[in-house]
């Protein structure tokens, strides 16, 4: 395609080479050429953007991909978006596969909505539209001023499953906490297979977390009236550690969207080997792997962990063979596609469920 008739340009913010191999991969499908600008580091660590070709009444789609140093990234992607208003392109889009700070959707007590204030920000910096992969929680897209197509990995997820397990039909989907029960509800309800839930005091979810709403009321000193007494709360206690479900005999494979911190994967993968699951398998979109993790799984009970490419890993991948990666780079370019020509997307989240 001659990138100059084509109506659009495709740009990376990324000034790392690693972030760009998702970019060159979906121009690559697109049959278009990334386009010229250069994002760099000055000496003092300030972020710079040079756009070096005319993006004039042009739609245009900046692919960023998320590294570990999550704020630099952001302000690349806001300052190219405004280095691109300011230079009168038509629309901008944002590719964002993996949304940053999507963990901090809500108040914890004197915190703040993060997630929030970055929608903001992006609105202001020109974003017109935003195509991310599942969201942490998919109410975020409430947040933003303008239209987000959140987008599921699921189906290549589901494939890989099919494909590379050779046994797959004696597999089990297990949820870490029963936060993680609807998606994988939605898995084993698509490869028809059983589910099992693990509950217990090891898991710590995001919904035990305390923020504003269990706050206790203020103590005052007061010698007059006491005013409302509020009935006593129950602490929570989580039970013992146990799995619902039989995992024995089977292939446990446990679904989530993000996979972190391993530690709870971890904890998850011994009790089900106790439980006498003979492989383990973790699905997730979007594989940050900080700090130790590859690591702590190579050491653990983990067998394979499958992730997307929303996020880059190869140094994580040299660091421990378990880590598998599945390509989305497909759906992301029609995506593109779909958006420019004014096609409608619903094709791309067909036999998608709401819980996925």
């Given at each position: 395609m001659n990138v100059a008739k084509s109506g659009y340009r495709v740009f990376s913010a990324n000034s790392s080479a690693a972030c760009t191999e998702l970019a060159k991969k979906?121009?690559?499908?697109?049959?278009?050429?990334?386009?010229?600008?250069?994002?760099?580091?000055e000496s003092n660590r300030e972020t710079r953007v040079d756009v070096k070709e005319s993006v004039r009444g042009q739609t245009i789609f900046i692919i960023q991909t998320i590294p570990r140093d999550v704020n630099t990234a952001i302000m690349e992607l806001l300052i190219m978006a405004y280095a691109l208003k300011t230079s009168c392109a038509k629309n901008i889009i944002g590719v964002i596969p993996y949304f940053p700070y999507s963990k901090q959707c809500k108040m914890r007590k004197r915190g703040s909505i993060v997630c929030k204030l970055l929608a903001s920000m992006l609105a202001k910096a020109g974003l017109t539209h935003i195509i991310t992969m599942d969201l942490h929680q998919k109410e975020i897209q409430g947040f933003f001023s303008f239209p987000v197509d959140n987008l599921r990995a699921s189906p290549f997820l589901i494939q890989y499953i099919q494909e590379e397990i050779p046994d797959y039909r004696n597999a089990i989907i297990v949820a870490k906490s029963p936060a993680a029960a609807k998606r994988a509800q939605?898995?084993?309800?698509?490869?028809?297979?059983?589910?099992?839930v693990i509950h217990g005091e090891a898991q710590c979810a995001e919904s035990d977390m305390a923020d504003g709403r269990h706050s206790p009321p203020c103590v005052r000193n007061t010698t007059g009236h006491t005013g409302l007494e509020l009935p006593i709360m129950m602490a929570k206690e989580k039970p013992p550690i146990t799995v619902v479900g039989d995992v024995g005999g089977r292939i446990a494979i446990i679904v989530d969207d993000i996979i972190d911190d391993v530690g709870d994967f971890v904890a998850a993968a011994e009790i089900l080997k106790e439980r006498g699951a003979y492989k383990i398998y973790i699905m997730a979109t979007h594989g940050l792997l900080s700090a130790d993790a590859p690591r702590l799984i190579e050491e653990s009970a983990i067998d394979v962990v499958v992730v997307t490419n929303t996020v880059p890993h190869e140094v994580q991948k040299l660091q421990c063979p378990k880590i598998k990666t599945v390509d989305v780079s497909m759906i992301l370019a029609e995506a593109i596609r779909r958006i420019h020509n004014g096609e409608s997307m619903a094709y791309l989240f067909r036999n998608i469920t709401v819980d996925d």
């Open positions: 979906i121009t690559e499908r697109l049959g278009v050429e990334l386009g010229k600008s250069v994002v760099f580091q939605s898995y084993a309800e698509r490869l028809r297979l059983g589910l099992a």
